[in-house]
């Protein structure tokens, strides 16, 4: 009678075990698919920022979390607090946000359009060949630099907030552009500016690797 109770308690515990197993690959799948009004994404759940990207399914805005400059996932969390919060301000990690198009102006155009009537005359050298504007005080931004890549900075802007502007974020820098009808948003560290425009490909890149809808080679 003790040995048929001890191995159904172990029927039972490699059942449940099953059972758990089987949840837990269902809840989190090799691949999620997504999709943003017409736009079909399909990434591995690594790249998630939030529950709702890692679950996929009909969405109102995607949160990646990618590392520059491959634009691979991060990696798993460490069980370690000291090295987890470490890896947490890593200054290659790039959060990436996509959402539907909230307005008319293509952001490739707000240097230009918005920004420039805010910007004081002096023109700066900025890092990795980059152009560097003060906004002027007052302004509504201005306790924040712009980077612009020459001429007009339609290939790659940033801004990034000066420092006495008292920022404690890891990825202060923003920069906008547009895809497939989407606005997408780019947050990085500013020392990925020297290298703007292996962060540029890099993105594009990644966004074209999440894309479901574009031809694979066969």
Known sequence: ????????ILALLVAAGYRFTRKTDAAEPAIVAASLGDARF???????????TRYGGALDRLSFIAVAPDFGPPQKPSADPRRRAAEEIDPMRVFVTLAPREEALDPAERPSRLYARFLESEVWGGPGGLVMR?????????????YLAPPEGRDFFARCPRRDAGFL???????????KNLD????????????WEELARGLRAFLASIDAERPRPR
């Open 1 to 8: 009678m003790r040995l048929f109770l001890v191995a159904l």
């Open 42 to 52: 399909a990434y591995a759940p690594a790249y998630a920022r939030d529950d709702s």
């Open 134 to 146: 003060r906004f002027e005080p007052g302004s509504p931004y201005e306790l924040e630099l712009l």
């Open 169 to 179: 974020g890891s990825a202060p820098c923003i920069w906008a552009l547009r895809w």
């Open 184 to 195: 997408v948003e780019a947050r990085f560290s500013a020392v990925l500016l020297r290298d």
